[in-house]
């Protein structure tokens, strides 16, 4: 059976029955808040050692009021000493502020602050903090490439990163983003894309920093790295075309620059080669030029001593440099009207040293040859005038 089913006063299940205190009168009526309250208190102070719950005189009320407010006292006073000192560690510092405004930083250690006056904002200033971003930007050359940047940094002012700026991790954030689109604005996409990255990294650190000091966030870049840098998916085979297209670009210069490094070497080496022959034979010619002015100089000097030897000698010479290069020789007589023609090759054949084949003509032989053919000559001129006197008669 339920405890509020009808019964009748001798259900014991009653709350509100007979069997409670104060309740005696009242049939099954609610029992009055005061005597609830009543029985609160004198649970509580029988937990203290306080009075009997059973002590129904007049000063209950009171005596029960004071216990409950010396409790909750003694509790608010426990709970604000507890609130009254903090602990920093070795990587953190405290930023106090009291009623607001700014008192002190305080460093590692075990401190005291005034509870519900005094605050205290504890900064990691050791800590290497990362922040990364990931963006669509527009380069100098019209192009759209997907920049994902990564930042680390630590806190080197707690005051300006816990008082100066309101939210200073998504200040960063707006920071670097801004700092990165500006760079990459100003550079084409090719570096962007293949060996400029540690260019950009280096010039967007330096940018971010320069904001974040006129911000005054407090914080410092230690690295700024760009993980990744790549055109969007949807343009990426127009991309790869015109990147292979530049790479048959690079080959094709290449291998013109080698056929050039072959062929300008060897024409060089053609044109030196050229140059140096000129020069030999200028200098070939100039001093068979110096050397045939000083032979006809000497020979000027032997001239003017014996005239007439010099020029029988000279005709001499003459006549064996021609004999030596014609086998046959046609004299034209004076005075007479046929040309004689002298054997020359029979006349040497008649000479020693002509026997061996492959023999040369010394200079007596060329004499002794000379002489046979004016021999000849005059032989021939003084027959072919005693035929002309002969008919004139």
């Known amino acids: 059976m339920a405890w509020n089913e009808p019964g009748g006063k001798g259900n014991p299940n009653d709350p509100w029955g007979n069997n409670n205190r104060g309740n005696k009168n009242r049939g099954n009526q609610p029992p009055d808040l005061d005597d609830a309250l009543k029985q609160l208190m004198d649970k509580i102070n029988g937990l203290f050692g306080k009075g009997n719950g059973n002590n129904n005189n ?30 920093l560690d070795e990587q953190e510092r405290g930023v106090v502020l009291r009623l607001g405004k700014y008192l002190n930083t305080e460093g590692p250690g075990l401190h005291f602050k005034i509870p519900l006056v005094d605050q205290v904002i504890p900064v990691n200033t050791t800590k290497v903090r990362e922040a990364e971003i990931k963006e669509r930007m527009l380069t100098e050359d019209e192009n759209i490439v997907e920049v994902e940047l990564n930042a680390q940094y630590r806190v ?39 060996t400029g990255r540690a260019v950009l990294a280096e010039k967007v650190q330096i940018r971010l920093q320069d904001y974040l000091d006129r ?90 001593k014996a005239p007439a030897v010099t020029r029988e000698r000279l005709y001499i010479e003459a006549l064996s440099d021609v004999y030596t290069s014609s086998s046959k020789v046609l004299v034209d007589v004076k005075g007479g009207n046929n ?13 020693p040293a002509a026997k061996g084949d492959g023999a040369s003509l010394s200079s007596g ?24 006197r002969r008919e004139g008669r």
Do not use: C, W
Not at 170 to 192: K, Q, Y
Not at 233 to 261: L, P, S
């Open 156 to 194: 080197a002012d707690p005051i300006a990163f816990a008082l100066r700026v309101e939210l200073p991790e998504r200040t960063l954030l707006s920071a670097a983003e801004s700092a990165l689109r500006h760079e990459v604005g100003s550079a084409a996409m090719d570096p962007i894309l293949t």
């Open 215 to 304: 911000y005054q966030t407090g914080m410092v870049l230690t690295n700024v790295n760009i993980k990744d840098a790549r055109p969007p998916a949807q343009v990426k085979a127009a991309f790869d075309d015109v990147q292979k297209a530049k790479q048959d670009k690079e080959r094709f210069i290449n291998e013109a620059e080698a056929y050039a490094n072959a062929v300008v070497p060897e024409a060089r080496g053609r044109a030196q080669r050229q140059l140096e022959e000129a020069s030999a034979y200028k200098a070939r010619i100039i001093a068979r030029a110096e050397g045939e002015a000083a032979r006809f100089n000497n020979l000027y000097s032997e001239y003017k």
């Open 58 to 87: 007049g000063n209950d009320n009171g005596s029960g009021a004071g216990g409950f407010f010396g409790i909750a006292a003694a509790i608010l006073v426990v709970m604000l000493a507890f609130n009254s000192f903090y602990t």
């Open 339 to 351: 040309m004689m023609y002298l054997p020359l090759d029979k006349l040497m054949q008649n000479m």
């Open 365 to 388: 032989d060329i004499s002794r040859l000379t002489d046979q053919v004016l021999n000849e000559v005059r032989t021939r001129q003084n027959s072919t005038g005693n035929t002309t």
